[in-house]
C-alpha cells in the first residue's frame, strides 16, 4: 500500500535549467509534505515543506507546489547546479497523537549535466 | 551545534546474533524517530519515542525488534537473533516537538551475514 509515489525513478536535467520532480499521494487526511535531499551513504537533509493550508512555498532556487484537489506535489530547482544531484524522497504526514510519522516515496535520482 | 549522531555508521552481524543501533538526538531535540531504509525503496517508519516513552510503534516488526529512549543517554534500536532480511540502513530523526520538522542523523548500515 503505496501511500507516497514519486514516479520517477530518475531525472537528468541540463545545468542552469529548471528541475522538476513530482509526487502523488492518495490519503487524503495528509496535512503537511516535506521534501528531503538524499546523498550515498548521508542521511536525508531536510530541503523545504508545505502545510496544507497553502498551495505554493518557496525558499531561494526550491519551491514546491501543493495541489490537493490532484493529491499532487511537485519541487521545483531554478537554475539546477551540478550540486543539486541526488535522490530526492518526497514524505507526507498527518498530525497524529501529536506527531508527525513521515510516509515517504521511493525517491527520484536527480542527475545535473554540466 | 552538533547535529543528529548515530552509531556505529556500519555495522556487520551474523544470522542470530544480536544489533544494537545508537542515536543521539540533536541538543534541545526530545522527539525521536526510527526508519529502515530498504535497497532501492523509500524510508519506511519503525517507532516514535519521547523520554522514556514508546509513542507510536506501528512500524515496528512485532518480535525481535525494541526501542528505547532512556532519560540518560541515547535513543537504542536493538534487534535480536538477526536474519539476512534485516539488512538495511537504519535512521534515526529527531525534534524538538511531535509537529516540528524531523532532521536525520547519517543512519547506521546494518549487513547481516
Known amino acids: 500500500d503505496q501511500q507516497v509515489k514519486q514516479n520517477s525513478p530518475s531525472l537528468s536535467v541540463q545545468e542552469g535549467r529548471i528541475s522538476i520532480l513530482n509526487c502523488d499521494y492518495t490519503?487524503?487526511?495528509?496535512?503537511?509534505f516535506l521534501w528531503y535531499k538524499k546523498y550515498p551513504a548521508e542521511g536525508p537533509t531536510f530541503l523545504i515543506s508545505?502545510?496544507?493550508?497553502?498551495d505554493k512555498n518557496e525558499d531561494g532556487r526550491f519551491t514546491v507546489f501543493l495541489n490537493k484537489s490532484a493529491k499532487h506535489l511537485s519541487l521545483h530547482i531554478v537554475p539546477s547546479q551540478p550540486g543539486d544531484s541526488a535522490v530526492y524522497f518526497c514524505?507526507?504526514?498527518?498530525?497524529?497523537?501529536?506527531?508527525?510519522?513521515?510516509?515517504f516515496g521511493q525517491g527520484t535520482r536527480l542527475t545535473i549535466n554540466p | 551545534n552538533a547535529g543528529v549522531m548515530q552509531n556505529p555508521r556500519h555495522l556487520v552481524r551474523r544470522r542470530g546474533q544480536e544489533a544494537r543501533l545508537r542515536c543521539s538526538p540533536m541538543?534541545?531535540?526530545?522527539?525521536v524517530y526510527w526508519y529502515r531504509q530498504l535497497p532501492e525503496e523509500g524510508l519506511k517508519f519503525m517507532v516514535y519515542?519521547?523520554?522514556?516513552?514508546?509513542?507510536?510503534e506501528s512500524g515496528m516488526p512485532k518480535e525481535r525488534f525494541s526501542a528505547e529512549f532512556p532519560k540518560e543517554g541515547p535513543s537504542i534500536l536493538r534487534i535480536q537473533q538477526v536474519v539476512r532480511g534485516d539488512s538495511a540502513a537504519y535512521f534515526c530523526?529527531?525534534?524538538?516537538?511531535?509537529?516540528?520538522?524531523?532532521?536525520f542523523g547519517p543512519g547506521t548500515r546494518l549487513l547481516v551475514l
Open positions: 530523526a529527531s525534534s524538538p516537538s511531535g509537529t516540528e520538522t524531523q532532521y
Open positions: 490519503n487524503s487526511m495528509f496535512d503537511y
Open positions: 508545505i502545510s496544507s493550508i497553502k
Open positions: 514524505a507526507a504526514s498527518r498530525l497524529l497523537q501529536g506527531a508527525q510519522k513521515l510516509v
Open positions: 541538543k534541545g531535540h526530545s522527539h
Open positions: 519515542l519521547q523520554k522514556e516513552n514508546i509513542i507510536d
